[in-house]
């Protein structure tokens, strides 16, 4: 039996399974209020209606406390421990214990979403090791599969069950097994067309290819930010498969389900799971190219093996 309040370890990382709205605030709201009453900076990235569920039941004593709508804020599950979770750790004073609430997945979440969120949930242990940190997770166990539950055990050293206040230790916990689970080979891009752009470059055509990818991404319907996050996301990736993959790539890009697909092929082995999901330091120089690719995209999908490696991007029209 394990208790959040006297965490043995420094980074703590339970996954909380609910069942109903009363087993979901049992179990969020007093993670909060111990949190507010030792002194600890607490945040909460939920999706909009459980946020909701949570200020209503905390009242004025949320006052202190950091929202954010999942939905929104961790949208790309890749941006989760850069722009969510270290985003807010970072900023706390040194020695302080920060407790965060973080809810990635959720029924709705999609197939082409899930293999990111499952590989982002068993790589916030390797992220936060070491570090005065306790990330608590929900888990809705009326509406999630089986799988997901399944996984969560596999990402979790700790499970608390719906209704309990402790924790049991999970026999299955094997994050860097979920990780290469789910280092999965993308389905195909679709053929040439009309509405397919492939195009192979080097270096010597890293601007070109650059123009033809936001010319055809303008006429896939982009406009505006999303189309300037094309362009920046092109250069980023095809600079990257450059200067790593090999001196050369292949590019696709074409529209899906709404989105606009962006996508890298080249034969370099990206070897660190955690590249694109560290924040970069202030004096940084370069490293910043697949974070920034993170940032911008609604969703992004990496496949490396010894063959090369795919990285995938996502745009909303």
């Known amino acids: 039996m394990t208790t959040l309040s006297e965490p043995v370890e420094p980074f703590v990382h339970p996954a909380l399974f609910y069942g109903d709205p009363h087993e979901y605030l049992a179990g969020t709201v007093s993670f909060v209020r111990e949190g507010l009453a030792a002194g600890e900076p607490v945040a909460v990235a939920v999706p909009a209606e459980n946020l909701r569920l949570i200020q209503d039941a905390l009242g004025g004593d949320g006052a202190g406390v950091r929202f954010l709508d999942m939905r929104e804020a961790g949208r790309n599950p890749g941006r989760i421990i850069p722009g969510v979770l270290r985003a807010f750790a970072d900023r706390q004073p040194p020695g302080r214990r920060v407790r965060i609430i973080g809810e ?7 197939a082409d979403e899930y293999p990111a969120c499952a590989q982002h949930e068993a790589l916030i242990n390797a992220a936060f090791r070491g570090r005065e940190i306790t990330i608590l997770c929900p888990y809705d166990t009326s509406r999630l599969d089986e799988r997901t539950l399944a996984d969560a055990r596999a990402t979790h050293p700790v499970v608390i069950p719906g209704g309990s206040a402790d924790g049991l230790a999970s026999p299955a916990y094997d994050p860097d097994g979920v990780v290469a689970r789910y280092n999965l080979p993308l389905p195909p891009a679709p053929g040439a067309g009309p509405e397919v752009l492939a195009a192979a470059f080097a270096e010597d055509s890293l601007s070109a290819v650059r123009h033809l990818a936001t010319g055809h991404g303008a006429r896939l319907g ?77 969703l992004v999908r990496v496949h490396t093996g010894p063959e090369g490696t795919t990285i995938r991007c996502y745009l909303g029209r």
Request: proline share 4%.
């Open 222 to 298: 982009l406009a505006g930010t999303a189309l300037e996050n094309l362009a920046l996301i092109t250069a980023e990736l095809t600079t990257n498969s450059v200067v790593h993959g090999g001196g050369t790539g292949t590019l696709t890009v074409w529209a899906q389900d709404g989105h606009v697909l962006c996508e890298v092929r080249d034969k370099g082995r990206l070897d660190d799971p955690l590249a694109g999901r560290r924040p970069a330091a202030r004096d940084q120089r370069g490293g910043r190219g697949l974070l920034l690719v993170n940032l911008l995209s609604d």
């Open 104 to 110: 990635p997945i959720w029924a709705g979440r999609n």
